[in-house]
C-alpha cells in the first residue's frame, strides 16, 4: 500500500510500478507520472552534494552540444528580442551564454546556484529546462509557477529523458540516480498539455515545447 499522493496531479491513487535494490517506483494511472515515494528522497545537503561533483564548463563542446538539442529549437520559435529563463541552470550558467552569443538574453534561475527568487515574479517569452524537472519533488507547484512565469504567448522547452514502459525502466540507467526521483513520458506530457491548455510539441527523444 502507498501513503503518498502523486507529485504531479495529487491524485491519491498511486500504483506499484517497479523496484530496484535501491528504491521503489509508483506510477500515477491519472496523469501516468513514474515517481519514487518521499521516503527514497536525499537530503538537500546529499542532493547539492551530488550537483557539486557536475562539471558543465562553458568551454565543455560536448556539453554546449548537449544543451543545444534544446536551445535551437527553443530559438527557433522565438523573437530575436525575447526575454528568457533557464529554470535550474546549475552552476556554470552555459545555456544563457550560448544563447547571448546569438543575441538572445536568458535570466539565470537555480534553487542551488543562482537563487534569485525576484526572477520568479517576472514573465517570460519562453523558459528552458534542461535535465531539471526530474529532480524535482513538488511537481505540480512547479508546473504551476512555469505557467505564471510565462506570458500569454510564451513557450516551455524541456530536456529530460522519458519512460516507455517497466522492461525498458528495468534496464534504464537513468532511473539509477538518486537524485532522479520523477519520470516523464509521452502521456504525462499531454496530460499536462491538456491540463494547462498548452499545445505540446515532441522534438526528440528528450526534448519537447509546450507552448
Known amino acids: 500500500m502507498n501513503s503518498f499522493s502523486c507529485r504531479l496531479c495529487h491524485s491519491p491513487e498511486i500504483d506499484f510500478y517497479f523496484e530496484d535494490?535501491?528504491?521503489e517506483y509508483w506510477q500515477c494511472p491519472q496523469c501516468q507520472l513514474v515517481q519514487v515515494p518521499d521516503v527514497f528522497l536525499l537530503s538537500v545537503e546529499q542532493e547539492k552534494a551530488e550537483y557539486d561533483k557536475h562539471d558543465n564548463s562553458n568551454d565543455d563542446a560536448g556539453?554546449?552540444?548537449f544543451l543545444s538539442r534544446?536551445?535551437?529549437?527553443?530559438?527557433?520559435?522565438?523573437?530575436?528580442?525575447?526575454?528568457?529563463?533557464?529554470?535550474?541552470c546549475g552552476e556554470g550558467k552555459?545555456?544563457?551564454?550560448m544563447a547571448k552569443e546569438?543575441?538572445?538574453?536568458?535570466?539565470?534561475?537555480?534553487?542551488?546556484?543562482?537563487?534569485?527568487?525576484?526572477?520568479?515574479?517576472?514573465?517570460?517569452?519562453?523558459?528552458?529546462?534542461?535535465e531539471v524537472i526530474e529532480h524535482i519533488a513538488d511537481a505540480?507547484?512547479?508546473?504551476?509557477?512555469?505557467?505564471?512565469l510565462l506570458n500569454a504567448n510564451g513557450l516551455l522547452a524541456l530536456m529530460t529523458k522519458r519512460?516507455?514502459?517497466?522492461?525498458?525502466f528495468s534496464r534504464w540507467h537513468y532511473k539509477n540516480d538518486l537524485t532522479h526521483i520523477c519520470f516523464y513520458?509521452?502521456?504525462?506530457?499531454?496530460?499536462?498539455?491538456?491540463?494547462?491548455?498548452?499545445?505540446?510539441?515532441?522534438i526528440s527523444d528528450d526534448v519537447v515545447i509546450l507552448a
Do not use: H, M
Not at 102 to 130: K, P, R
Not at 185 to 202: C, H, P
Open 102 to 130: 546569438q543575441g538572445v538574453n536568458v535570466a539565470n534561475y537555480d534553487l542551488f546556484y543562482a537563487n534569485d527568487e525576484s526572477l520568479l515574479n517576472q514573465q517570460y517569452d519562453f523558459i528552458t529546462c534542461t
Open 163 to 168: 519512460v516507455q514502459d517497466v522492461d525498458a
Open 21 to 23: 535494490k535501491r528504491r
Open 185 to 202: 513520458s509521452i502521456d504525462t506530457f499531454e496530460w499536462i498539455a491538456k491540463q494547462y491548455r498548452w499545445k505540446l510539441e515532441v
Open 94 to 97: 552555459v545555456l544563457s551564454t
Open 70 to 88: 534544446c536551445l535551437k529549437p527553443t530559438l527557433a520559435r522565438v523573437d530575436a528580442n525575447a526575454q528568457g529563463l533557464d529554470f535550474g
Open 63 to 65: 556539453y554546449r552540444g
Open 140 to 148: 505540480k507547484s512547479t508546473f504551476e509557477l512555469f505557467q505564471s
